[in-house]
């Protein structure tokens, strides 16, 4: 499975799914000393620095999953709390958007525990939070409910977004 990775950081989530088979076909990554890591750990594979770089014809083809998950020190118990409304936790967008544009198959999405608790009135617009990639309507119901009660919810809460 063709894999593309989102502000990668070191790739943790990447090493492993290398060793379960995936070949990344991009890591998205702006800090430097994260690049070099990446280029030994994934010699010749591409890294982009600009996640609002990505497009389908800059990566070159389609993609089976995406993983990663957009900075959190706006969503951290231990930042300024500005959620999806601060820059770089903000960038959430850019993941929506090339999630929308790639249509992979599958989306790992990590982060900090602090995006359950986090709010801001940056909420996408509701088109956007639609699920689409699952197989029936009885399936994504069924995850969906399946969330209930896993965490208390306000509405307009950054998860809920």
Known sequence: M??????SGCAGIGLAAEREGFEHI???????????TLRA???????????KEIKKETIGGSVDVIFGGSPCQDFS?????????????GLWFEYLRIVGELTPRWVVFE????????????GAP??????????TREEAERWAHSLEGFADLEEGCDLAA
């Open 2 to 7: 063709k894999a593309l990775d989102l502000f």
């Open 26 to 36: 991009a890591f998205c990554e702006i800090d430097p000393i994260a690049q070099s």
């Open 41 to 51: 750990n994934f010699p010749g594979v591409r890294i982009i620095k600009d996640v």
């Open 77 to 89: 118990l231990a930042g300024l709390r500005e959620g999806l409304g601060g820059e770089r936790s």
């Open 111 to 122: 982060n900090v525990s602090g995006l359950l608790s986090s709010w801001s009135n940056a």
């Open 126 to 135: 509701l088109s956007a939070n639609e699920v689409r990639d699952f197989d």
